[in-house]
């Protein structure tokens, strides 16, 4: 047989082994810094001051960053590979979503019940 005839297997496609605990918490300010998160990978390293950003193409993760003597910033950790980034954001953002859609759902409630409490009061 020759070499071009021996192909390896393809690799299957593996789910992300990484699992993602995120806390975020909101900032209440009219500017591009919408939260702050902390996100614990696989309960074995946490990564702190995770910030998303609200910029012209969209929200978006930024990751923590020193600045350098230059002036520009340099990420302090990041992924290794574009499908950990990818995995990473989308984990951020989803916790990011679902707790501004609980805030809202919450903050809809809250007329709702003291009027019910007024009328309950009458």
Do not use: H, W
Request: glycine share 6%.
């Amino acid at each position: 047989m020759s070499k071009a005839a021996q192909t390896a297997p393809k690799p299957e496609q593996k789910e992300n082994p990484m699992q993602f605990d995120v806390r975020i918490y909101p900032v209440k300010t009219e500017g591009a810094l919408k939260a702050n998160a902390s996100v614990n990978i696989n309960g074995f390293f946490a990564v702190t001051n995770v910030r998303i950003l609200e910029g012209s193409k969209g929200t978006f993760v930024s990751l923590p960053q020193y600045k350098g003597r230059n002036g520009e910033y340099k990420d302090i950790c990041f992924p290794c590979t574009k499908d950990a980034k990818a995995a990473f954001d989308k984990a951020v953002l989803s916790a990011y979503e679902q707790t501004m859609a609980q805030s809202q759902t919450k903050a809809q409630q809250a007329p709702q019940q003291e009027q019910g409490q007024q009328m309950a009061g009458m």
